[in-house]
């Protein structure tokens, strides 16, 4: 039967345990919908937990029932002891008016399964938002007005839900149509609030246009909204200065200026064509109502050099009237090649019309006109013009501009020819620009709001001055001119700009109104205009209000409110009290400080600081002062508020030193090098006063070497010095004193102990009957800031003499080593002859280290690792308890250990529990001579007499009953069809 228990202890694996009566499982559920309401098309949710008191696997289940299909995310999940889900469903159309019954069902195969009911109400149709994502700043909205970079792309998102959904997931994302960016650089999104946000950029070694997109999402739907956005290259290039001479080919972009490539058919456009280097550079740009290269005509053929800086070309293009797709070909030939771009303009009668992220207006007028117009040569070789009555002709048939004149084959060169013969040449004229324009505005602290035209603003000011920041949002201006007005409240900080301020500095008790007006003009056509009005309707909501400060001696400013009464000592004459005034809300604060009653005098009327001045007390032993502050606003006299406090005075007692001082060292008997010990004081007051008034002066010293210690008053923390391998003596003194009179100091000496280990048990050596071995790995880390010289590792048997080992291939009982801190060091630990040997182990290390025993089954021909376990090291105590599992327990063994050179006797008992009362017991005494050890299963430790089969689960106890010993060291193991598991231990020490 020993070997038996020998055997036990070292099979490895886990076992989780059932420690009480079996327990049905508990299911706790959790609609994702407030109410448990949903609507068709919805994707519900629903969620909970399920726990087995007794730690039982679990399976659990899901169904549902319903007026058309379901279909659960999850049907059976399952776990060890408790389970944590989350599901989900789709709410079918024909379930509208019904409600859905979703059942769980949880199982631990023990108990009869439990089920539980959710249940969803089918309330109507959820239907999708609808979403306008737009480029929040005026730059960035087409190519002749990039955005800068290294920058950043602000944007905004207004969302309307037929639904009245107040609650949405907004998911940003952006898609880089052409350019590049300079090495290592990369773009991050960065979401302000759920409405705005930006695109964080790096330097572009070319420019780049970017579609930013933004997904809306309410209980399950959502919709798509985006916009594009044009950024320059960065200025100098990625290195900051012009290129190296053409060693690469040119780094070039191809972009319009329509809102994602769309235009209207007939409608003009903007191509840029842009390129940096150093050198000569060929543009040729090709486009086609076909997607064939070779066939498109060839609109701009020219070339650049010197393009350090960038080189641009810009051709006004026209749709075509009838295809779906526009085609341009861009090729770029420099010293070191040729670069290329493709774009594909989509021709829609939705199209665009120049520029702009959505707004107020739409797009442009799209009705552009062609006619011929006769031209003669006024001279060889001489600059013609087309006339303005020729521009007026055009424009007599409707509301046009021209734009572009286009002379034939040759091509579109603005409004300039040089005719050599008399001609007649077909004159396109493009759209007038019909802009729109909307105000942004923000309050100090607040994120960007978007106000329609005409728009009233209702708004509460805390403090003054407030300052409202008011932005221009354009749309359809290729190069707009904003003039802002201001009519009503406050001031306006410039008259011109994309961003001004309104400046508001007071406002009258009854409020008012600030009416900013925007009108943004096109630069280049002050006929096209757009204008926005947004009134600010404005209110105070201001609170006066006023506290006193004072300061009594030796102490911090304390704030006191109307009434307050401040008990004070005067421990000497004249005694001043100094005051300060801390008002809420006044611009032009006016104080005055009076005297109502008793002792003092105030130092000064008025000012923000006073102070009390106590002369004497009259030979009273107490006296008060009553002292009022009155704060008032000097533009409107009727605002003021008062603060009166009190003051009672009382002349100093006669201090006497406390008593009863004393201090508790926890842990008690003792501490470990490299640890913690905290320091509790009480004391009685000599005077009466409450304990706060008590002070305390803290010393410790190591051998008469002093040691820091943290104090708190009362409280205090030693950490103990590493001494390196060597113990030592803490001296703590304790002095408590009160009104400057101090008590006897109190002082404690606690011994420092250097840190030991123990295993209670281990055991190596051949597996009878088999090819297995058993082994054991000792791991020990020194993570602490000391090096270690002389680590000493020490192994027993059961009787505590030496017993030789194979330890890292040397036969021994002890092995020593060296441990540099932040190192390692591992202990392979054998039977050095074909038998079992058992006991326990001690560990030496002079500093704190972690250390873990490593329990392994190998198999000796192949060197296989069967299996394994870790052990922490057993704790030093005198009193142990865990809980027992229903049943006999024939599978719990207990390992013992007794450190110490002194005979221990112990007093096992095992107490059965009945729904709170005792029922079974019995108690063993075994006792464990000097470095004694014992390693048994239960009914062998109280002498084969075994625990009742129908025990209903209780405590083991394990209790040192000899007096003055430190205790011992134990460990429980569980073992269990051939495996092994530990089984945690409650400790005490004293």
């Known amino acids: 039967m020993v070997r038996k228990s020998i055997l036990g202890f070292l099979v490895v694996s886990f076992l989780?345990?059932?420690?009480?009566?079996?327990?049905?499982?508990?299911?706790?559920?959790?609609?994702?919908?407030?109410?448990?309401?949903?609507?068709?098309n919805d994707i519900a949710r629903f969620s909970g937990t399920v726990v087995d008191a007794?730690?039982?696997?679990?399976?659990?289940?899901?169904?549902?029932?319903?007026?058309?299909?379901?279909?659960?995310?999850?049907?059976?999940?399952?776990?060890?002891?408790?389970?944590?889900?989350?599901?989900?469903?789709?709410?079918?159309?024909?379930?509208?008016?019904?409600?859905?019954?979703?059942?769980?069902?949880a199982s631990d195969g023990n108990t009869a399964p439990v089920t539980q009911d959710l249940t969803f109400t089918v309330t109507g149709e959820n239907r999708p938002p609808t979403v306008i994502a737009i480029l929040a700043d005026t730059k960035g909205d087409s190519p002749s007005n990039p955005l800068p970079s290294p920058g950043s792309i602000p944007f905004a998102v207004s969302v309307n839900d037929p639904d009245g959904h107040g609650t949405y997931a907004y998911s940003w994302g952006y898609e880089m149509l052409s350019g590049d960016f300079c090495s290592g650089e990369f773009p991050q999104i960065y979401g302000a609030s759920a409405e705005t946000g930006w695109v964080q950029l790096g330097a572009l070694s070319s420019d780049a246009t970017f579609r930013v997109s933004i997904r809306v999402t309410d209980e399950s739907l959502s919709a798509t909204s985006n916009f594009t956005a044009y950024v320059a290259a960065k200025e100098g290039g990625c290195l900051g200065g012009g290129g190296g001479g053409g060693t690469n080919a040119p780094t070039v972009v191809l972009s319009t200026n329509l809102p994602s490539n769309i235009a209207a058919p007939g409608q003009g456009f903007t191509a840029s064509l842009r390129g940096t280097s150093n050198e000569t550079i060929s543009?040729?740009?090709?486009?086609?109502?076909?997607?064939?290269?070779?066939?498109?005509?060839?609109?701009?053929?020219?070339?650049r050099s010197g393009c350090s800086n960038g080189c641009t070309v810009t051709k006004t293009l026209y749709a075509p009237t009838t295809g779906s797709r526009y085609y341009l070909w861009l090729d770029v030939t420099g010293n070191a090649g040729t670069t290329s771009r493709t774009l594909t303009i989509v021709v829609s009668d939705s199209g665009g019309g120049g520029g702009g992220g959505g707004g107020d207006g739409g797009g442009g007028d799209t009705t552009c006109g062609e006619r011929n117009i006769s031209v003669k040569s006024e001279a060889t070789n001489t600059v013609f013009q087309v006339s303005e009555s020729e521009r007026a002709d055009a424009q007599a048939g409707g509301d046009l501009r021209v734009e572009e004149v286009c002379f034939g084959n040759f091509g579109?060169?603005?409004?300039?020819?040089?005719?050599?013969?008399?001609?007649?040449?077909?004159?396109?004229?493009?759209c007038v620009v019909k802009g729109s324009v909307r105000i942004q505005y923000r309050f100090s602290g607040e994120t960007l709001q978007t106000a329609q035209s005409g728009a009233t603003v209702q708004r509460s000011i805390t403090s003054f001055p407030e300052e409202i920041e008011v932005k221009?949002?354009?749309?359809?201006?290729?190069?707009?001119?904003?003039?802002?007005?201001?009519?009503?409240?406050?001031?306006?900080?410039?008259?011109?700009?994309?961003?001004?301020?309104?400046?508001?500095?007071?406002?009258?008790?009854?409020?008012?109104?600030?009416?900013?007006?925007?009108?943004?003009?096109?630069?280049s056509d002050p006929s096209s205009s757009a204008q926005a009005t947004v009134t600010f309707q404005l209110t105070s909501s201001i609170v006066r209000s006023a506290q006193m400060g004072y300061s009594l001696a030796g102490q911090s400013q304390q704030k006191a409110n109307n009434g307050t009464v401040v008990a004070t000592s005067i421990s000497s004459f004249p005694e001043t009290i100094p005051l300060?005034?801390?008002?809420?809300?006044?611009?032009?604060?006016?104080?005055?400080?009076?005297?109502?009653?008793?002792?003092?005098?105030?130092?000064?009327?008025?000012?923000?600081?006073?102070?009390?001045?106590?002369?004497?007390?009259?030979?009273?032993?107490?006296?008060?002062?009553?002292?009022r502050l009155t704060v008032s606003e000097s533009a409107n006299p009727s605002?003021?508020?008062?603060?009166?406090?009190?003051?009672?005075?009382?002349?100093?007692?006669?201090?006497?030193?406390?008593?009863?001082?004393?201090?508790?060292?926890?842990?008690?008997?003792?501490?470990?090098?490299?640890?913690?010990?905290?320091?509790?004081?009480?004391?009685?007051?000599?005077?009466?006063?409450?304990?706060?008034?008590?002070?305390?002066?803290?010393?410790?010293?190591?051998?008469?070497?002093?040691?820091?210690?943290?104090?708190?008053?009362?409280?205090?923390?030693?950490?103990?010095?590493?001494?390196?391998?060597?113990?030592g003596v803490l001296r703590i003194e304790l002095v408590a004193s009160e009104g400057g009179n101090a008590a006897s100091p109190v002082v404690q000496q606690v011994q420092v102990k250097l840190p030991v280990q123990y295993f209670a048990h281990f055991g190596v050596g051949s597996v009878p009957g088999s090819q297995d071995e058993l082994r054991m790995e000792l791991v020990v880390v020194n993570d602490s800031e000391h090096d270690i010289s002389n680590a000493f590792v020490e192994f027993s048997d059961r009787s505590g003499n030496p017993i030789e080992l194979d330890i890292n291939g040397d036969i021994g009982w002890n092995y020593s080593f060296a441990l540099m801190s932040g190192v390692g060091q591992s202990l392979s630990i054998r039977s050095p002859v074909p038998e079992t040997k058992t006991g326990w182990l001690k560990l030496s290390t002079g500093v704190r280290?972690?250390?873990?025993?490593?329990?392994?089954?190998?198999?000796?021909?192949?060197?296989e690792v069967i299996n394994e376990v870790s052990l922490f090291p057993s704790s030093l105590g005198r009193r142990f308890t865990t809980a027992l599992r229903e049943g006999p327990n024939n599978n719990l063994g207990l390992a013992l250990a007794n450190p110490s050179s002194e005979q221990v006797t112990l007093e096992i008992a095992i107490t059965e529990v009945i729904e709170g009362e005792k029922g079974f017991s019995m108690v063993r005494e075994i006792t464990l001579g000097p470095g004694g050890q014992t390693a048994m299963f239960l009914p062998e430790i109280f002498n084969r007499l075994p625990i009742p089969s129908d025990f209903a689960g209780g405590v083991l106890t394990i209790e040192v009953a000899s007096q003055g010993q430190d205790g011992v060291i134990a460990t429980l193991l569980r073992q269990n069809t051939g495996s092994l598991s530990t089984v945690p231990l409650a400790v005490r020490s004293e």
């Open 412 to 430: 579109c060169e603005n409004q300039y020819f040089t005719p050599l013969t008399e001609a007649q040449f077909l004159a396109k004229y493009g």
């Open 472 to 523: 221009a949002l354009p749309s359809n201006f290729t190069s707009p001119v904003y003039t802002w007005a201001l009519n009503g409240t406050g001031t306006l900080s410039a008259q011109s700009g994309s961003t001004v301020k309104v400046n508001i500095a007071s406002l009258p008790q009854t409020g008012g109104s600030s009416v900013v007006t925007l009108t943004a003009t096109e630069a």
């Open 639 to 727: 605002q003021s508020v008062q603060v009166t406090v009190t003051f009672q005075l009382t002349a100093p007692a006669v201090a006497n030193p406390p008593t009863d001082v004393s201090f508790l060292v926890s842990p008690p008997g003792g501490a470990e090098v490299d640890t913690l010990i905290l320091l509790t004081a009480t004391a009685v007051s000599g005077i009466g006063s409450p304990f706060d008034a008590l002070d305390f002066s803290w010393s410790v010293t190591l051998d008469g070497s002093p040691v820091g210690v943290m104090t708190n008053r009362d409280r205090a923390v030693v950490e103990v010095p590493a001494t390196l391998g060597t113990e």
């Open 283 to 303: 543009f040729v740009l090709r486009a086609s109502t076909t997607n064939s290269k070779a066939a498109a005509p060839i609109v701009v053929n020219t070339s």
């Open 849 to 863: 280290v972690s250390t873990i025993v490593i329990f392994k089954t190998v198999n000796s021909m192949t060197e």
């Open 54 to 105: 007794d730690g039982d696997p679990l399976t659990v289940t899901f169904s549902a029932s319903s007026v058309g299909p379901i279909s659960l995310a999850t049907t059976t999940q399952s776990g060890q002891g408790s389970v944590f889900f989350v599901n989900s469903f789709t709410v079918p159309s024909a379930a509208l008016g019904t409600t859905i019954v979703v059942t769980v069902t």
């Open 580 to 627: 300060e005034a801390f008002e809420a809300n006044f611009d032009e604060p006016v104080y005055n400080w009076t005297l109502v009653s008793g002792s003092g005098t105030v130092t000064a009327a008025s000012g923000k600081t006073s102070s009390l001045r106590i002369a004497t007390l009259n030979g009273s032993e107490s006296g008060s002062s009553v002292v």
């Open 16 to 40: 989780t345990l059932s420690l009480w009566a079996q327990s049905p499982p508990a299911i706790n559920l959790t609609a994702g919908t407030s109410s448990f309401q949903v609507r068709t």
